[in-house]
C-alpha cells in the first residue's frame, strides 16, 4: 500500500470555551485579532454575527512554524483542528493554542480539562489488493450483474465492488460514530487502483488498520 496524500487530519477536543472564560472577560475582538497575528489565518471572523459558537466561529489557512493549519473552529462544546499532516500534527497544535491563549489571556485552563478527543481521518492510496470488496460472493455478484446489466443496454458493461463501510449499530449511542469506509477514488480509472478511505481514528491508526488489511486480502489461503 502506498499512502498518495492527507486529505484531512481532524481533531475534536470536547471541552465548553465558556469554561475556559467563565467570567466573560476575554474580549472576542481581541482575542482574534492577536489569535490572527499568531497563527497567520487568511480568512477570520469580522463582524458580530460571525462570533456565534453554536454556528461554529472559523478561522482558515493559517501557520505556526512549518505547521500548516486547514482550518480552526470554535464551538459552543468542542474546539476542532484540521490539517493535511496528520491528526497528530492537529492535536499539538490544539495544545499549542490553549496554552498559549490561556497564558495571554489568563484563561481558567487546567491540564486534562479536554474531556476527550476524537479524529476523521481522509486519505487516498494505491494498492493492488482488491481493496473495495473482495470476497468471492461479492466478485460473483459483481459478475452477475455485469451480465444483466450488458443484456439491459446491449453493450459490454463491466461492474466491480465500488466500496465499502463498516460500523456500529447508530442506535446504541445517542450521538453516532462515523463508520470506517474504503471507496475508489472518484474520477479516477479503476486501472489504477486508487481507493480512498476515511476512518474515526488518528491517522497513524487508520493507515495501520489499511495495510494490516491488504496483507489480510493478498496473504495466500
Do not use: C
Amino acid at each position: 500500500m502506498n499512502v498518495a496524500a492527507i486529505v484531512l487530519a481532524r481533531v475534536l477536543g470536547y471541552v465548553e470555551p465558556i469554561d475556559l472564560n467563565p467570567r466573560g472577560t476575554v474580549f472576542y475582538p481581541e482575542f482574534t485579532r492577536e489569535l490572527v497575528e499568531r497563527y497567520n489565518f487568511q480568512k477570520f471572523p469580522q463582524k458580530l454575527e460571525e462570533f456565534d459558537e453554536t454556528k461554529g466561529v472559523e478561522f482558515h489557512q493559517g501557520r505556526i512554524g512549518s505547521k500548516i493549519i486547514q482550518k480552526f473552529v470554535i464551538w459552543n462544546s468542542i474546539l476542532v483542528v484540521e490539517t493535511r499532516t496528520s491528526t497528530a500534527e492537529s492535536k499539538e497544535i490544539m495544545g499549542d493554542m490553549i496554552t498559549w491563549a490561556a497564558t495571554r489571556f489568563n484563561l481558567n485552563y487546567r491540564e486534562n480539562m479536554i474531556r476527550r478527543y476524537a479524529y476523521v481521518s481522509d486519505l487516498t492510496f494505491y494498492s493492488e489488493a482488491p481493496m473495495a470488496g473482495a470476497s468471492p460472493a461479492t466478485r460473483r455478484l459483481a459478475d452477475r450483474a455485469s451480465r444483466a446489466v450488458s443484456d439491459v443496454w446491449g453493450e459490454s458493461i463491466m461492474y466491480q465492488p465500488l466500496g465499502f463501510n463498516i460500523g456500529h449499530d447508530p442506535l446504541t449511542r445517542k450521538y453516532g460514530i462515523a463508520p470506517f469506509q474504503i471507496a475508489r477514488r472518484s474520477e479516477v480509472p479503476f486501472s489504477e487502483n486508487k481507493y480512498f478511505s476515511e476512518a474515526p481514528l488518528p491517522t497513524d491508526v487508520h493507515i495501520t488498520l489499511l495495510e494490516e488489511y491488504e496483507r489480510d486480502l493478498l496473504e495466500k489461503p
